[in-house]
C-alpha cells in the first residue's frame, strides 16, 4: 500500500555491469534537468568503470545532488550498481530504459574504440 498517492512511487534500478563515469553522469544530469521536480529522493551505490574497486555512494533530492562519497571497499561481493528512486509521476520504466539505453550507448562505444 502507497502511504503517499497514486502519483508517489518507490522503486530500485540495478545496472548489472559496471558504467563509465561519463555515461553515468550525463545520464543522470539529463534525467534532473528534464525530470528534476520530480526526483523526490535518489540514493544508491554506483559501480563506475575507472574505479573497480572503491563504489560511489550516490545522494540527492529533486534538482539537488551532493557529491559522491567513495567507500574504500565494496561492503560485500555484490559489486552491481543498486539505485533507489521516489518519484513523482515517472514510472520504472522510464527511469529503467533511461540507464539502460545509455549504459548501452557507454557499451556501444567500447565496442567501437
Given at each position: ?5 497514486k502519483?508517489?512511487?518507490?522503486y530500485?534500478?540495478?545496472?548489472e ?17 528534464t ?9 544508491g ?10 563504489p ?8 539537488v545532488?551532493h ?24 514510472p520504472?520504466?522510464t ?19
Amino acid at each position: 500500500m502507497n502511504r503517499h498517492g497514486k502519483d508517489i512511487q518507490s522503486y530500485s534500478l540495478v545496472l548489472e555491469k559496471p558504467i563509465s563515469t561519463l555515461t553515468f553522469t550525463t545520464a543522470l544530469e539529463l534525467l534532473i534537468a528534464t525530470k528534476g521536480e520530480d526526483l523526490l529522493r535518489v540514493k544508491g551505490v554506483v559501480h563506475l568503470e575507472e574505479m573497480p574497486g572503491r563504489p560511489a555512494v550516490i545522494h540527492g533530492v529533486q534538482h539537488v545532488f551532493h557529491d559522491p562519497v567513495w567507500l574504500e571497499d565494496w561492503p560485500d561481493e555484490d559489486r552491481r550498481s543498486k539505485l533507489v528512486f521516489i518519484t513523482r509521476n515517472i514510472p520504472k520504466n522510464t527511469i529503467d530504459a533511461f540507464f539502460k539505453s545509455w549504459q548501452s550507448v557507454d557499451n556501444e562505444m567500447v565496442g567501437a574504440a
